[in-house]
């Protein structure tokens, strides 16, 4: 997990761009350039966004983000997430989350999950992970429309 920089919004659109990523997420057309610079302008604006490389070969495979970290909740989420196709399966979504959730873990007790309620592939990621599901909500998303999300928690 590295920061992530404006300068690498080509090298982290080269992995974005593929729709089959997006088919199940709540915005489906984030793999167009237009539409993935609004996210990416998110991820930054957010101030807790990495790219995800592999580490052996330094590619970008990826992002997630910390993001809306409540002090007087002692909580904060994790999401935005996704990965190359070449990534799937493999477990590197759960290698990623758990470095996130410890290093949270360090400073909170409460983690919060924000699914697309369309998305099963993610929701069933959030199972294996030992998330529980809390409820549903609607996510205001930054400069889309907002969208139904399931909520999930990880507890310290």
């Known amino acids: ?14 992995v974005a761009s593929d729709p089959l990523i997006w088919e199940q997420h709540p915005n489906p057309n984030r793999y ?3 539409v993935f610079q609004t996210f990416f302008e998110g991820a ?9 490389r592999n580490a052996d070969t330094g590619k970008a495979v990826g992002s997630s983000r910390f993001y809306d ?7 904060i989420k994790i999401g935005y997430t996704f990965f190359s196709r070449d990534c799937w399966g493999k477990g590197i979504n759960k290698e990623v989350k758990t470095l996130m959730l410890n290093y949270a873990f360090i400073y909170v007790e409460l983690v919060i999950f924000h699914v697309g309620a369309s998305n099963i592939r993610s929701q069933n990621a959030m199972l294996q992970l030992g998330a529980k ?7 205001a998303y930054y400069n889309e429309p907002d969208r139904l999300n399931f909520v999930y928690e990880m507890i310290r």
């Open 133 to 139: 599901k809390i409820g549903e909500e609607m996510v």
């Open 32 to 34: 167009q350039k237009e």
């Open 69 to 75: 970290y409540s002090r007087i909740n002692d909580e």
């Open 1 to 14: 997990l590295e920061p992530l920089l404006p300068i690498y919004f080509n090298e982290l659109y080269t």
């Open 44 to 52: 930054i604006t957010s101030g807790g966004a990495f790219i995800i």
